[in-house]
C-alpha cells in the first residue's frame, strides 16, 4: 500500500463548479500535510499547507481529518488556469511523502 | 532572487555515461531532496541530505551517488548503473531540520530533463 493515495483522475469539470480531491496517508504519525500544485513539465509549486482545524485561501479550502487519515482539496468556482495536477504530501520526521496526483482540467 | 538553481534544464545521456545535475539553493535551507519522476507518475525520493557532509538513501537509490559539500549545492551523479534513468530530475530544499510547521514546507527547482540517447 503506498504511504499517500490520491485518485488519479482526470477530473473533467466546466468553468465555474466546485470540485473536491481527497488523499489517504498511511502513516499516522505524519505530522504536516500540503496540497502542491504541479503544471505539465513544470516543477511543483506549493498550493496551500494544510492545519488541523482546516484553512481556507480564497477559492481554495483544504481540511485534515486524522481520524480518517485523509486530507481534502476544494475548488471553488473553477477557472481554466487552475488545470494542473494536485499533489498531496505527508510530512513525517524529515520525510516528505507525495502521492502520485490528481489531474484536473477545466473546461470552458 | 532566493530560491533553487537546477542545472542543465535538459541534458542528453549516451549508454555508459557517468552524468551529474547541479542543484544550488541561496535559501539559506537545511535539508536537500533528489526526487525523480516519470511521466504520469508521482515523485520518488532518491537522496536526501539533512546537514552538510551528511545524506541518506532514499527509495530508488541505486544507479545515483549524491555529495553535501556545502550548504548551498547538493549535486547528483547519475551512473551507468542506473538502467533506466530518462526522467525528470527534481531537486528541492527545505528550511528546518525537525521542525514541524512553516520550516517543512518543501521548495523545488525547475527541473532537470534527462534522455538516455
Known amino acids: 500500500r503506498k504511504e499517500v493515495e490520491q485518485d488519479p483522475g482526470p477530473f473533467n469539470v466546466p468553468e465555474g463548479a466546485t470540485v473536491a480531491f481527497n488523499c489517504t496517508y498511511s502513516n499516522s504519525a505524519s505530522q504536516s500535510f500540503f496540497w502542491y500544485r504541479q503544471d505539465c513539465r513544470k516543477e511543483p509549486k506549493l498550493l496551500m499547507s494544510v492545519y488541523s482545524s482546516g484553512n481556507e485561501d480564497g477559492r481554495f479550502t483544504a481540511q485534515l481529518n486524522r481520524a480518517s487519515q485523509y486530507i481534502s482539496l476544494l475548488i471553488r468556482d473553477s477557472k481554466l488556469s487552475d488545470s494542473a495536477t494536485y499533489l498531496c504530501v505527508a510530512y513525517n520526521n524529515n520525510d516528505m511523502r507525495f502521492g502520485a496526483g490528481t489531474r484536473l482540467t477545466v473546461k470552458p | 532572487d532566493g530560491g533553487i538553481t537546477q542545472s542543465p534544464k535538459y541534458l542528453f545521456r549516451k549508454e555508459g555515461q557517468n552524468v551529474t545535475l547541479s542543484c544550488e539553493q541561496n535559501l539559506n535551507h537545511d535539508a536537500m531532496y533528489w526526487y525523480r519522476q516519470d511521466p504520469g507518475q508521482g515523485l520518488r525520493l532518491i537522496y536526501y541530505?539533512?546537514?552538510?557532509?551528511?545524506?541518506q538513501k532514499g527509495d530508488i537509490a541505486e544507479g545515483y551517488s549524491v555529495s553535501r559539500e556545502k550548504k548551498e549545492s547538493f549535486p547528483l551523479t547519475v551512473t551507468s548503473a542506473q538502467k533506466n534513468p530518462t526522467a525528470f530530475y527534481l531537486c528541492a530544499s527545505r528550511r528546518a531540520v525537525g521542525s514541524h510547521s512553516s520550516g517543512n514546507t518543501i521548495y523545488f527547482g525547475e527541473g532537470s530533463w534527462l534522455t538516455v540517447v
Open positions: 541530505s539533512q546537514i552538510v557532509n551528511d545524506f
